[in-house]
């Protein structure tokens, strides 16, 4: 059988940059890429070595749709696994995000939290 691994995940977002520094900071990713993109606008890609989101501006944008959850190709929310969910849930808090829906469930613990432009991102940690 051959392998597949997803590499990337591409969202737009109101600032790329600003969006990396917190991923970065919560996550401690690091930049991979930045620079110009399609449609004039400007890509930051922040990740690790293995895998990243593609945080894009194109320059001009329009508000933010209806919930993902009831649209036809909706982004749910992104998944990122941590090692200490506490730790990190301090971080997410300094970044001024609220966390919720705290679940602790067969095999892990987790929450969730919306960023500034409305994405949603659950952290998990396995047991």
């Known amino acids: 059988m ?6 990337h995940t591409n969202f737009t977002v109101a600032d790329p940059d600003a969006t990396a520094a917190w991923l970065c900071d919560v996550f401690g990713w690091k930049i991979r890429w930045q620079g110009a993109s399609i449609h004039g606008g400007r890509s930051v890609h922040v990740g690790t070595d293995d895998s990243y989101l593609a945080i ?9 749709g209806d919930d993902s959850y009831h649209t036809i190709g909706g982004l749910n929310h992104v998944g990122i696994v941590v090692d200490d969910l506490a730790a ?3 971080k997410v808090k300094a970044q001024g995000f609220v ?3 705290h679940a602790d469930y067969e095999p892990g613990e987790r929450f969730y939290f919306r960023d500034g432009d409305g994405i949603e991102f659950e952290v998990v940690s396995y047991r």
């Open 2 to 7: 051959t392998r597949s691994v997803l590499e």
């Open 56 to 64: 894009y501006n194109p320059g001009s944008t329009s508000g933010a």
């Open 88 to 90: 990190t849930e301090a």
């Open 99 to 101: 966390p919720h829906s």
